[in-house]
């Protein structure tokens, strides 16, 4: 079933360099890119997009990071996308996820890890409203 997921190139990738990297790996494995911007998430954003996180230890550093610089929100599409895209990203730590993966293959971090996906139909519909309202 075609579904859509909301992707997030994290600050850290678009500092790297990455960008082209992870869009293209979405886009050869037949993925398609229904939206894409360059944006920055400030404070509020950070609280309503990670809502579950947010009294978790590891929160304010994350959302530090999260705000530190531009990142690129992206809207992806396909069959099964949501399983297929986080399948592509990985385990959350780059030092543990697999060989392959966009964080196996290119972080070492537990927080740095270039890319969010959302993780669920719900998380999916929560957070493309969050980012580009006019889907
Ligand atoms: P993401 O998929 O964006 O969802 C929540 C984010 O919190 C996760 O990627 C990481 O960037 C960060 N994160 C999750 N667990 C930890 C942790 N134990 N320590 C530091 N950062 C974490």
């Known amino acids: 079933m075609s579904e859509r997921t909301l992707v ?14 992870i869009i293209g790996r979405f886009e050869r494995k037949g993925l398609v890119i229904d939206a894409l911007a360059l944006r920055s ?37 396909g069959d099964e996308a949501i399983a297929v895209v986080r ?23 537990n927080r740095e890890n270039l890319v969010h996906a959302s993780d669920s139909p719900e998380s999916s519909a929560r957070e493309i409203a969050l980012w580009f309202p006019e889907f």
């Open 8 to 21: 997030l190139i994290k600050p850290d990738a678009v500092r790297r360099g990455l960008v082209g990297e």
């Open 41 to 77: 998430m400030d404070g509020e954003l950070a609280d309503a997009h990670y809502a579950d996180h947010v009294t978790k230890a590891f929160y304010p550093p994350l959302k530090d990071f999260m705000t530190s610089g531009p990142l690129i929100a992206a809207i992806i599409s």
């Open 87 to 109: 399948t592509l990203v990985g385990a959350t730590d780059g030092r543990a996820a697999a060989a392959g993966t966009i964080r196996g293959d290119l972080s070492l971090s």
